[in-house]
């Protein structure tokens, strides 16, 4: 089966051709860090009509690039939300006219079911089920996994994610966006436990965070000046207590579940500290963490693919033709039946 994915939900625009036999075989991402850094931040209008100027040159060199005619594929996924409507409506319009057109299948994909799966791309995969970690952007979660489509809620943050504390801090720190990839980078040169910083809910008993507290603290330690100290380790500082919290949940959940593969997904699953400690973290219970390769961490069109792939095999993914279609900026992703 030749699944054709694609991802719009925020600032990238993603394609990917998905060969159930043969693997990815190609896929290709355009980001808007460009056109949005001079506002510090995602403009959703000048998301959505970058992403109207990308999305046919990225499928025509994807199908270039995989050697592939259009009539070939057998299905189109493509990312239904959550997201920026603007934005999700670019991808599922091309999507489903697409999919009208070859006269095949369309199957709306849940974004973050798309990153959760990612990492069974990877080189060794985990295998169901498992504990997955998702931090992705305005998302942090713990889900148990039994399945393709069976997912439980374990905890989730109570107000900031992970990514956005990243994002926000660095912007109190005078970074330039995008904030969380800078702040990473400079926290490489800095020494933790120069300043302290709080560990939001780690003693909490309950698999729930919290990270906007954190964010508040070192805005008001760069309030009162950094003392002698300089910005990376200020930056080091927060990466670990952030990072503290996500190993302490993330092996609480495993624990909790009684299982023993964690999988790591999103953006920030990229962070090598992350991946330092969670991997350290794993080996000392027996278990073990597995991540998607680094450049399928952030937003792409192969976990598109990929999940579209992996419904159509269980039966759970296709809409019948010809159909409207909607997207759904907010989507839990415990219930992937469509909202309304």
Same mark, same amino acid.
């Given at each position: ?21 043969? #693997? ?15 506002? #510090? ?35 189109? #996924? ?24 070859? &006269? ?39 889900? %148990? ?22 994002? $926000?801090?660095? $912007? ?6 995008? /904030? ?9 040169? /800095? ?23 954190? $964010? ?32 302490? $949940? *993330? ?15 999103? &953006? ?19 278990? @073990? %963490? ?6 399928? +961490? ?6 598109? *693919?990929?999940? +579209?792939? @992996? ?5 759970? /993914? %296709?809409?019948?033709?010809?159909? %409207? ?8 992703? *415990? ?6």
């Amino acid at each position: 089966m030749l699944v054709l994915g694609i991802e719009s939900s925020c600032d990238e625009t993603g394609v990917a051709l998905f060969d159930t036999a043969r #693997g990815l075989l190609a896929h290709a991402l355009h980001s808007q860090i460009d056109l949005h850094q001079a506002y #510090g931040g995602v403009v959703p209008e000048l998301a959505s009509r970058d992403h109207i100027r990308r999305i046919v040159p990225l499928y025509r060199d994807v199908l270039q690039r995989a050697q592939v005619e259009p009539s070939a594929i057998d299905a189109v #996924g493509y990312t239904a939300g959550p997201g920026l409507a603007g934005a999700l409506l670019v991808g599922a319009a091309f999507a489903e006219a697409l999919a009208l057109a070859l &006269g095949r299948p369309a199957c709306p994909i849940h974004h973050l079911e798309g990153h959760l799966l990612s990492p069974l791309l990877a080189d060794p995969a985990p295998c169901f089920p498992f504990v997955a970690l998702l931090v992705s952007g305005g998302h942090t979660q713990l889900m %148990a996994v039994a399945g393709v489509g069976r997912y439980r809620l374990l905890g989730e943050t109570v107000d900031d994610a992970a990514g956005e504390a990243f994002d $926000k801090t660095a $912007k109190v720190m005078g970074l330039p966006y995008p /904030g969380g990839p800078q702040l990473a980078r400079l926290a490489q040169s /800095g020494r933790p436990g120069r300043y302290r910083l709080p560990r939001p809910m780690l003693h909490s008993g309950d698999l729930d965070f919290s990270f906007s507290g954190l $964010k508040t603290a070192v805005l008001t330690q760069v309030a009162r000046g950094l003392d002698g100290g300089d910005a990376a380790d200020l930056a080091a500082e927060f990466q670990e207590a952030v990072v503290d919290v996500l190993v302490a $949940k *993330a092996c609480g959940a495993l624990r909790q579940a009684g299982l023993g593969e964690l999988v790591v997904a999103g &953006g920030v699953g990229a962070n090598q500290r992350l991946r330092e400690r969670l991997d350290a973290a794993c080996a000392r219970m027996g278990a @073990q %963490a597995f991540y998607p390769p680094l450049d399928l +961490c952030t937003d792409n069109g192969a976990m598109i *693919a990929f999940a +579209c792939a @992996q419904r159509l095999q269980a039966g759970r /993914g %296709a809409k019948a033709l010809p159909a %409207a279609f909607r997207v759904f900026p907010r989507w839990p992703l *415990a219930n992937l039946v469509p909202p309304g």
